[in-house]
Every structure is written in structure tokens, then in C-alpha cells.
């Protein structure tokens, strides 16, 4: 990932090229705060926006698209199925329901969004060949540009091998140092898949390693900015998040320095398996 500019893109396995950088809206609250998250973003010059039916936000993106004035074609949308709505033919219709809340014609990439259609993450409804199904059909019509899967893990991945005519172009997985997924990240790209990094910052949990802090210094830059180059330079595409102008700007001016390869070593010898959202692996 060497000569990165907050305008780089690289190019999916199906030939559609995705910023390396996006915006996460997580936990962001539909109306004035999504839409001013958005704007903020779309002014530092994001141009990947990360949303999903379950955030319940996605009608706030659409408006911020919109009032953006920026061209569909240079934005980037990701949307994601709600796990409730996993199945064939509740997959067909969910789509529908975004694109109508988003105000939109297409996404750039549809993904399923835990590989179990029970909404606690905690218990295995396995209903997820049966909604590839349906996700291959989306991309066909046109309706997504690209489609992929988040939060699999290298079991889920080599399952749809079984039953895939179409491989997902990404795996979105919780990626930062304390959970850093060598193995993942490796079978990712032994096999076309981009991994993108959901909670790069750890979850808000920067402030947990001096060594972090230390690096952010040597740097001279915080440890947000840290972690998201970790990211950056392991090949990952993180989408960080904050409603905050300041911290939205900061952490997309990431493409101004690098870190060596000493610290990028000191950096993954943080991790701990530690995970600040539901582990997938747990899932059948």
C-alpha cells in the first residue's frame, strides 16, 4: 500500500475500484446527525460512505448525498442486509427498502451483514447460501455494483467456496491491533478478497496502549491517525467514525507519513484476540 493519496482507489475482484479510505456511521443517529457527519466527511474529501439497514440511518445518508451536490458517480455507497432479513426472497425485497431509503437507483457494494440471520450475533441461523443466492441476483440486476459479506470468518469464506458463482469482493471484519486477524487478513488476499477494517480505532479505545501513544508522537501525529495508517499499510481499508468535524478531518490526513516497519511490529504485537464486537468464529 505504498504511495497512498486520500484520492487512491484500488481495484475489486470484479473490476470496480473502491477507495482505500471511508466513513463509517455506526451507532450515528438518522437526521441532522448523520446528514452533518456526512457533510463533514464529504468536505475533508471522503468518498466512501459505510452505512447498513440495521443502523437505521440510511435515509440521512441519502439526504446528505443529495445535499452534498457532489456526482453519484464519484461517491462510493455501501449498504449492508440486516440479519433478520437474511433468506432468498427477504433478501430480494431488502434491497428495495435501501435503495428507496437511500434515494438511490444502485449501491456500490451490497454486503450481508453477519453471517447468521439472528440479530444478537449469538446464535447460528444458518441461512446463508440461500442469501448469496439472492446477493448474486442483486449484482446482476444491477441494483449493486459489487457485492461481498462482513464479519466472516475464514470458515464462512471457505463455505461459499460450495455454492458461490459469484466470490464476494470483501470481507468488512473488526481489524486493529489489539484484534489484529493475520490469518484472515492473509486468506483474504491469497483469495481477491479486500478486507475492510470496521472499528480501526479499536472502538474508541486508543488510550489503552502507550505504546500507541508513544508512536503517535514519534510521528507527530495521535493515535487515531496511528491506527488507521496500521491499517492502511497491512493492506486493510478502514472506515473509521466520528460525528466530530475535527476528528472526521484528522483521520483521513493519513497519507502524509508512514510508519516503519519496526512499528508496524511493535503494533501487531498488541494484539490480543481482543474483540469489542461479537466474534463471529462462535458462529456456524
Not at 505504498?2 to 455506526?26: A, M, Q
Not at 461517491?75 to 432479513?85: Q, R
Not at 437474511?86 to 437507483?105: H, Q
Request: hydrophobic share 40%; aromatic share 8%.
Amino acid at each position: 500500500m505504498d504511495n497512498l493519496n486520500l484520492n487512491s482507489r484500488r481495484t475489486l475482484n470484479n473490476g470496480i475500484k473502491i477507495p482505500v479510505i471511508g466513513i463509517g456511521t455506526y451507532r450515528v443517529e438518522d437526521g441532522e446527525p448523520v446528514i452533518n457527519e456526512i457533510k463533514c466527511a464529504l468536505e475533508a474529501g471522503y468518498r466512501l460512505i459505510d452505512t447498513a439497514a440495521a443502523y437505521k440511518n440510511e435515509e440521512g445518508v441519502g439526504r446528505a448525498i443529495v445535499e452534498s451536490g457532489i456526482p453519484r458517480e464519484k461517491l462510493f455507497i455501501t449498504t449492508k442486509l440486516e440479519d433478520i432479513d437474511e433468506g432468498y426472497e427477504s433478501t430480494l425485497r431488502a434491497i428495495d427498502v435501501s435503495l428507496a431509503k437511500l434515494g438511490l437507483s444502485y449501491v456500490d457494494l451490497y454486503l450481508i451483514h453477519w453471517p447468521t440471520a439472528s440479530a444478537n450475533h449469538k446464535i447460528s441461523i444458518n441461512k446463508r447460501e440461500e442469501t448469496w443466492k439472492a446477493m448474486e441476483e442483486i449484482c446482476k440486476s444491477g441494483k449493486a455494483k459489487a457485492i461481498g459479506v462482513a464479519n466472516y470468518a475464514i470458515a464462512h469464506l471457505k463455505e461459499m467456496k460450495e455454492y458461490a458463482h459469484i466470490l464476494p469482493v470483501m470481507d468488512q471484519v473488526e481489524f486493529h491491533p489489539f484484534l489484529y486477524q493475520k490469518d484472515l487478513l492473509e486468506y483474504c488476499k491469497e483469495n481477491g478478497i479486500v478486507l475492510q477494517a470496521h472499528s480501526p480505532l479499536a472502538s474508541g479505545n486508543v488510550s489503552r496502549s502507550e505504546l500507541i501513544t508513544d508512536i503517535a508522537k514519534k510521528y507527530h501525529k495521535n493515535n487515531a491517525q496511528v491506527l488507521i495508517r496500521w491499517s492502511l499499510q497491512h493492506g486493510a481499508f478502514p472506515i473509521p467514525k466520528s460525528i466530530h468535524k475535527e476528528r472526521i478531518e484528522e483521520n483521513i490526513h493519513v497519507f502524509d507519513f508512514g510508519l516503519s516497519e519496526e512499528d508496524m511490529k511493535k503494533l501487531d504485537g498488541l494484539n490480543a484476540n481482543l474483540h469489542f464486537r461479537s466474534n463471529p468464529e462462535n458462529l456456524e
